[in-house]
């Protein structure tokens, strides 16, 4: 099914047929539309951006590429295609017809996970707005506004399903998630690592890298819900979340490849010289990054995560494949803690450690990414490896919250932490550092000496091709 643009609000859910809905959301538009003015990203208003946009939600061929100017973008709502005779696949539900409305009994569960995921698509963007004043290239600004306009449009999906099954405290939430702002001391978004800022553009890469892939693990297990409107619309949310990864783990991977070419270049390790980030300060913003993203999937052992695997709410990271009875009332799963300083695995039920089951594929999908970055590394002959730090290293929630270990993963004493702090993580200087990088080049096919060229354009277009005109 393709979508109509020239509707108020472009959509595959037939708007058009439910008047008060779509009346309800053409009166939310307005809030967002100055949401994305004040809080968007800065000074993009005259600019003319290569952007994506969805022209239909089917497999393949989904997206269209032009110039768009970027108060023009058309933010809709887009839900993957049904799926005929879909089942619930987990908990106590599991064989039953998926539901298509929200069954009382499981409304205000239902409504707090939509909230926490809706909450923090616009928090990203409120944490990215200044980066654009000073990117690397105009293929990486086009980059940074495309994920910018997808966690906009990630907003609307949640937002459409506050508004289609929650009723008036639906619309109340919606509200909301405009008046929540990052960072604000009085109104701070829901969760910790949406209210850190993104200053420059490490951070950003290693923000899409990390904290966008605890969203793509959220997601997938929002996919399996038995609430049939919400697991269509976090996948085609999937869809869109994949490009956001690919900006973080491609960034990343580019400025190893130029640190490590300057690296053989000038025989030294000391790459600062000559305008690069040090291999050490990259392992800083990685332990930063992984850390806070880490907490992101909470506690260890969560009666909530039971409660919604039981009531077939949110399941596991792609629950069919998974090869168990699927309501797991019998199994023990491996979980750390720690005991008389020291981290051991513990048995815990399998069903209240479904957060740390998520953050296990999780870690394991972020060891992927750092191995290729070691790749550029060794094939640059570097003797070097990146590593993710210890789960226990700079955690804030769980079982690690309250003790301080290094990022191999020793308790170490209150002493121990703060003469290593600044080796462990970015400190003062290594931000001022990073900050002094940063600065607008905007000649088409020219890039930031410290980052390397991607290898190839967006769309087939060449590296040179004007991305972002300026207006
Ligand atoms: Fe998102
Ligand atoms: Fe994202």
Redesign the pocket.
């Known amino acids: 099914m393709s979508i109509d643009y020239q509707e108020t609000i472009p959509n595959n859910v037939n708007l058009g047929e439910d008047r008060r809905l779509q009346r309800a959301l053409e009166k939310w538009q307005p809030g967002y539309l100055d949401w994305w003015r004040d809080s968007g990203p800065e000074q993009s208003s005259e600019m003319d951006v290569y952007l994506r946009t969805a022209i239909s939600v089917e497999a393949g061929g989904w997206a269209n590429y032009s110039h768009v100017r970027m108060p023009d973008y058309r933010w809709g709502i887009f839900l993957a295609p049904p799926e005929a005779d879909r089942k619930i696949n987990f908990g106590m539900h599991k064989g039953e017809p998926a539901w298509q409305e929200v069954p009382g009994e499981y409304r205000a569960e239902l409504r707090r996970l939509i909230v926490t995921q809706g909450d923090?698509?616009p928090a990203?963007v409120e944490q990215q707005r200044r980066l654009g004043l000073t990117c690397p290239s105009l293929y990486d600004l086009r980059n940074l506004f495309q994920v910018n306009v997808?966690?906009g449009r990630?907003l609307w999906a949640m937002v459409y399903l506050l508004h289609a099954y929650f009723g008036r405290d639906g619309r109340e939430e919606a509200e909301e998630m405009l008046a929540r702002h990052s960072g604000d001391p009085d109104k701070p978004r829901i969760l910790g690592a949406f209210n850190e800022p993104t200053p420059e553009w490490l951070s950003f890469f290693m923000f899409t890298f990390f904290t966008?892939r605890d969203?793509k693990y959220q997601l997938a297990a929002l996919a399996e819900s038995g609430l049939d409107p919400l697991s269509r619309t976090c996948r085609f949310?999937l869809t869109?979340?994949a490009h956001?990864m690919f900006v973080g783990e491609t960034g990343v991977d580019r400025i190893v490849k130029r640190t490590v070419e300057l690296m053989r270049e000038h025989k030294t390790d000391d790459v600062r010289k000559f305008g690069a980030i040090d291999l050490p300060t990259l392992q800083k913003y990685i332990n930063f990054h992984y850390s806070i993203s880490l907490d992101l999937f909470g506690q260890e052992i969560s009666t909530n995560a039971a409660n919604y695997f039981t009531m077939g709410l949110k399941g596991r990271y792609r629950e069919t494949e998974i090869d168990d009875d699927h309501t797991l009332t019998e199994d023990a799963y491996e979980v750390p803690e720690i005991r008389e300083g020291a981290i051991v695995a513990a048995q815990a039920p399998a069903l209240t450690a479904i957060n740390e089951r998520l953050r296990n594929d999780y870690v394991e999908d972020c060891q992927r990414g750092v191995d290729k970055w070691n790749r550029t590394i060794r094939q640059a002959g570097v003797d070097f490896e990146l590593k993710l730090p210890h789960r226990a290293f700079h955690r804030e929630i769980g079982a690690f919250s309250g003790a301080h270990a290094s990022p191999e993963g020793r308790i170490v004493d209150e002493g121990d932490w703060n003469s290593n702090e600044g080796l462990w993580l970015p400190s003062i200087e290594d931000k001022a550092y990073v900050d002094s990088l940063m600065g607008a080049v905007t000649t088409p096919g020219k890039f930031a000496n410290w980052i390397a060229p991607p290898g190839k354009g967006v769309y087939g277009q060449p590296l040179d091709f004007d991305y972002v005109r300026f207006n």
């Open positions: 923090t698509e990203s997808e966690e990630h966008d969203g949310m869109e979340e956001h």
